[in-house]
């Protein structure tokens, strides 16, 4: 992007942007039909309901599956914020295969979070190699109620055995290795629960049988599938921290998946608003206000995945907030760019098509819209209380909205299941230079006022208590995107497009304000929209 006087000469020394165009250019160009990663091969397998099986080895080959492993056994993966640009850029080209693809980060990070260090190096290794790694942790009867699972692991001397079914899970037919989440105490509840890693390749073939995949609406090629195991004996080793954790790490392992689900939108959106410009959509308006919100995605995100970093102990709100925000806000702007491209949008196994098929499963994998609202909710003493004492994490708020910085070390240790301080995005002042600063304060006053009348239950959340959830995701949003903007200001975007944004953001929570036209500001070109 330009900033208002041009492209900056600026040098950075950390650039998670650069990278990732870098991997992308390696790809090569996705006109180019002799490449695998071309547009033309993604269409065909898509309407072939196929996996991308080409594409991934020259995924692997490039290196991606070793930005999914930390530096510390081996990886590429230092900052959190790489990674989401990388998968970004994948995603851009074809959202079937980053979410084929980086299921074996999701397969594997509950080893990152919890496992020892030589489980941590064996998966590290097999992850590098290509393995393909996948997380069984729903099923059948009980969807997102992970607490209700049947799947159990009775203990013997030195062994688990295994019985029992996983459903909906993305490469269990793929997937080598596994980590499932087993019921090992009959009476269930928060510590009834262990993880184990089982790898497919060392059972015997009839004591564990694959499901047939699903067919999807999106995502056709993905291998959404199913295991039972039926006496599947794996060693007592293989278990990823102690008896009865299992709950607890997979809590905490899906606080940095949730964060990085964000690269799939923002991919997304990319991929649709580039279509909608190179397709000469005319109405400047939609393009002007897609761009507006697309920059808000990603500067809400790029806070999100420096967060993994610099603030580990407020991930519990963090992450739920971003896996609502993100994915609505982008299924939003690929609706509305598809009404103004017209028929193009709706050509049946079309570009635009296809991403709009695919985009709409982000927000229902890893915790859909209801299980993130409602972990907000379950928070909002911790938040009022923080708001109210107005405490933040100074140091790691800084460092959250740094972009050109290379962020701390992730530390394991330091996350945490309830963000007890609050969330400092939202909690730490405003400066007088923020756009709309007082409407922020007003709206930030009004929005914890009403949170305190709430009693959180588990049971019974009132249709009203989700709302105040959602309008609580559009406050992080805006004050992250203030934060941003102001503390670190980024020379590539023209600072009128962040009064756009924080305009947008607060007609969204009621508050509409006089602000300038995005239809007259300038459009990047084609290119800069990647």
Same mark, same amino acid.
């Given at each position: 992007?330009?900033?208002?006087?041009?492209?900056?000469?600026?040098?950075?020394?950390?650039?998670?942007?650069?990278?990732?165009?870098?991997?992308?250019?390696?790809?090569?160009?996705?006109?180019?039909?002799?490449?695998?990663?071309?547009?033309?091969?993604?269409?065909?397998?898509?309407?072939?309901?196929?996996?991308?099986?080409?594409?991934?080895?020259?995924?692997?080959?490039?290196?991606?599956?070793?930005?999914?492993?930390?530096?510390?056994?081996?990886?590429?993966?230092?900052?959190?914020?790489?990674?989401?640009?990388?998968?970004?850029?994948?995603?851009?080209?074809?959202?079937?295969?980053?979410?084929?693809?980086?299921?074996?980060?999701?397969?594997?990070?509950?080893?990152?979070?919890?496992?020892?260090?030589?489980?941590?190096?064996?998966?590290?290794?097999?992850?590098?190699?290509?393995?393909?790694?996948?997380?069984?942790?729903?099923?059948?009867?009980?969807?997102?109620?992970?607490?209700?699972?049947?799947?159990?692991?009775?203990?013997?001397?030195?062994?688990?055995?295994?019985?029992?079914?996983?459903?909906?899970?993305?490469?269990?037919?793929?997937?080598?290795?596994?980590?499932?989440?087993?019921?090992?105490?009959?009476?269930?509840?928060?510590?009834?629960?262990?993880?184990?890693?089982?790898?497919?390749?060392?059972?015997?073939?009839?004591?564990?049988?694959?499901?047939? =995949? +699903?067919?999807? /609406?999106?995502?056709?090629? %993905?291998?959404?599938?199913? &295991? !039972?195991?039926? *006496? $599947? #004996?794996?060693?007592?080793?293989?278990?990823?921290?102690?008896?009865?954790?299992?709950?607890?790490?997979?809590?905490?392992?899906?606080?940095?998946?949730?964060?990085?689900?964000?690269?799939?939108?923002?991919?997304?959106?990319?991929?649709?608003?580039?279509?909608?410009?190179?397709?000469?959509?005319?109405?400047?308006?939609?393009?002007?206000?897609?761009?507006?919100?697309?920059?808000?995605?990603?500067?809400?995100?790029?806070?999100?995945?420096?967060?993994?970093?610099?603030?580990?102990?407020?991930?519990?709100?963090?992450? =739920? +907030?971003?896996? /609502?925000?993100?994915?609505? %806000?982008?299924?939003?702007? &690929? !609706?509305?760019? *598809? $009404? #103004?491209?017209?028929?193009?949008?709706?050509?049946?196994?079309?570009?635009?098509?296809?991403?709009?098929?695919?985009?709409?499963?982000?927000?229902?994998?890893?915790?859909?819209?209801?299980?993130?609202?409602?972990?907000?909710?379950?928070?909002?003493?911790?938040?009022?209380?923080?708001?109210?004492?107005?405490?933040?994490?100074?140091?790691?708020?800084?460092?959250?909205?740094?972009?050109?910085?290379?962020?701390?070390?992730?530390?394991?240790?330091?996350?945490?299941?309830?963000?007890?301080?609050?969330?400092?995005?939202?909690?730490?002042?405003?400066?007088?230079?923020?756009?709309?600063?007082?409407?922020?304060?007003?709206?930030?006053?009004?929005?914890?006022?009403?949170?305190?009348?709430?009693?959180?239950?588990?049971?019974?959340?009132?249709?009203?208590?989700?709302?105040?959830?959602?309008?609580?995701?559009?406050?992080?949003?805006?004050?992250?995107?203030?934060?941003?903007?102001?503390?670190?200001?980024?020379?590539?975007?023209?600072?009128?497009?962040?009064?756009?944004?924080?305009?947008?953001?607060?007609?969204?929570?009621?508050?509409?304000?006089?602000?300038?036209?995005?239809?007259?500001?300038?459009?990047?070109?084609?290119?800069?929209?990647?």
């Amino acid at each position: 992007m330009t900033g208002p006087n041009g492209p900056s000469a600026t040098v950075r020394p950390y650039d998670p942007v650069a990278l990732a165009a870098a991997f992308d250019r390696a790809l090569g160009d996705p006109a180019d039909e002799s490449r695998a990663f071309s547009a033309t091969r993604v269409l065909a397998l898509d309407r072939d309901e196929a996996f991308p099986e080409e594409i991934t080895a020259e995924l692997n080959e490039l290196g991606l599956a070793a930005h999914y492993v930390p530096e510390e056994y081996g990886g590429t993966l230092r900052s959190y914020e790489d990674l989401l640009q990388i998968v970004r850029r994948v995603a851009a080209r074809d959202l079937t295969t980053a979410i084929g693809h980086a299921a074996s980060y999701l397969g594997s990070v509950c080893t990152w979070v919890a496992g020892t260090a030589e489980q941590a190096r064996l998966t590290a290794k097999e992850v590098m190699a290509g393995t393909v790694h996948s997380f069984g942790l729903t099923e059948r009867d009980h969807g997102s109620d992970v607490l209700s699972g049947e799947l159990t692991a009775a203990a013997t001397p030195g062994r688990y055995r295994l019985d029992g079914e996983k459903w909906l899970i993305n490469n269990a037919t793929r997937g080598s290795r596994l980590c499932i989440l087993a019921r090992t105490d009959a009476a269930g509840g928060s510590r009834g629960f262990s993880l184990f890693t089982v790898d497919k390749r060392e059972l015997p073939e009839d004591t564990y049988r694959t499901l047939p =995949a +699903v067919r999807t /609406h999106g995502i056709r090629g %993905t291998d959404i599938s199913g &295991i !039972e195991f039926r *006496g $599947a #004996v794996v060693p007592a080793g293989t278990m990823i921290g102690a008896p009865g954790q299992g709950a607890e790490i997979v809590l905490k392992s899906l606080q940095l998946t949730r964060t990085l689900c964000a690269a799939l939108s923002l991919g997304s959106a990319d991929h649709a608003l580039r279509l909608a410009v190179r397709h000469g959509a005319g109405d400047r308006l939609v393009l002007a206000e897609a761009y507006a919100d697309q920059l808000t995605v990603e500067a809400v995100s790029v806070v999100a995945a420096r967060s993994l970093h610099t603030l580990p102990g407020e991930l519990g709100v963090v992450s =739920a +907030v971003v896996k /609502h925000f993100v994915p609505t %806000t982008v299924d939003a702007v &690929i !609706e509305r760019l *598809g $009404a #103004v491209l017209g028929p193009e949008a709706y050509t049946a196994d079309g570009p635009f098509q296809k991403v709009a098929r695919d985009h709409r499963i982000v927000g229902i994998f890893d915790g859909n819209t209801v299980v993130n609202l409602l972990a907000l909710v379950n928070q909002f003493p911790m938040l009022v209380r923080g708001a109210r004492r107005a405490t933040h994490d100074e140091a790691g708020l800084m460092a959250a909205t740094a972009p050109g910085v290379l962020p701390p070390v992730f530390d394991r240790e330091r996350l945490s299941l309830i963000s007890l301080g609050g969330c400092s995005i939202t909690q730490a002042p405003l400066t007088d230079e923020v756009p709309y600063a007082d409407e922020l304060r007003a709206i930030s006053d009004e929005l914890h006022a009403e949170m305190a009348a709430v009693r959180p239950s588990a049971r019974d959340t009132r249709p009203e208590t989700f709302d105040l959830a959602e309008r609580y995701t559009l406050l992080f949003a805006a004050m992250a995107c203030a934060h941003l903007w102001t503390r670190h200001y980024d020379e590539r975007v023209d600072a009128r497009w962040g009064k756009v944004c924080l305009a947008r953001l607060l007609t969204r929570l009621g508050h509409p304000v006089p602000s300038l036209r995005p239809e007259e500001l300038p459009l990047p070109d084609r290119e800069e929209l990647r």
